[in-house]
T-cell receptor, first 115, second 111 residues
Framework: EPEVTQTPSHQVTQMGQEVILRCVPI?????FYWYRQILGQKVEFLVS????????KSEIFDDQFSVERPDGSNFTLKIRSTKLEDSAMYFC?????????????FGPGTRLTVT | LAKTTQPISMDSYEGQEVNITCSHN???????ITWYQQFPSQGPRFIIQ???TKVTNEVASLFIPADRKSSTLSLPRVSLSDTAVYYC????????????FGKGTSLLVTP
């Protein structure tokens, strides 16, 4: 069964450093998403991406965040200058169609620890 | 998106049937009800979706009454591996892209 993959599984970085989290969505999917989950809290939407542009973003997704699909397979989330409060599990997801009606397939997550 | 309300937590013994009810009083005509499951330290996973009456798949059943103001996820004969958080979401093709997970229902299955 096709699955979303994410690398690395765990990233430790110092405050102020840039990090790039990588995802390989399911190959025939066209819609891509990033969510995060701070330890013990709910899963929060960050951004959705379709046709090489952001289709929706949350208040969390400020100027410190950016997304990119650098090639035909990868989808990345960059945090320019990490803060302690960016420590969380980051999940990538993809779907064949957009809108909440359609199933989103989630990756295993990247645990980001900012020290 | 319609607001949903579900219990914060539930406990069950192995082998029992578990029913998790979700209230969505302001569900819109075009909205579907979708349930996701999240195991500890994993991403959420789609379980089941329905519009009305009853939907069943290999994992669960979803019961939706005629007024559609609530829905019940039914897990038959749970096992320890069903320990997870279960999220009820309501939306349509016009609801945007963001899944609003809320706090979900944390199900603990014990021997």
């Amino acid at each position: 069964e096709p699955e979303v993959t994410q690398t690395p599984s765990h990233q430790v970085t110092q405050m102020g450093q840039e990090v790039i989290l990588r995802c390989v969505p399911i190959s025939n999917h066209l819609y891509f998403y990033w969510y995060r989950q701070i330890l013990g809290q709910k899963v929060e939407f960050l951004v959705s991406f379709y046709n090489n542009e952001i289709s929706e973003k949350s208040e969390i997704f400020d100027d410190q965040f950016s997304v990119e699909r650098p090639d035909g397979s990868n989808f990345t989330l960059k945090i320019r200058s990490t803060k302690l409060e960016d420590s969380a599990m980051y999940f990538c997801a993809s779907s064949s169609q957009g809108a909440v009606l359609y199933e989103q397939y989630f990756g295993p997550g990247t645990r980001l620890t900012v020290t | 998106l319609a607001k949903t309300t579900q219990p914060i937590s539930m406990d069950s013994y192995e082998g029992q049937e578990v029913n998790i009810t979700c209230s969505h009083n302001n569900i819109a005509t075009n909205d579907y009800i979708t349930w996701y499951q999240q195991f500890p330290s994993q991403g959420p996973r789609f379980i089941i979706q329905g519009y009305k009456t009853k939907v069943t798949n290999e994992v669960a059943s979803l019961f939706i009454p005629a007024d559609r103001k609530s829905s019940t996820l039914s897990l038959p004969r749970v096992s320890l591996s069903d320990t997870a958080v279960y999220y009820c979401l309501v939306g349509s093709s016009n609801s945007g892209y963001a899944l609003n997970f809320g706090k979900g229902t944390s199900l603990l299955v014990t021997p």
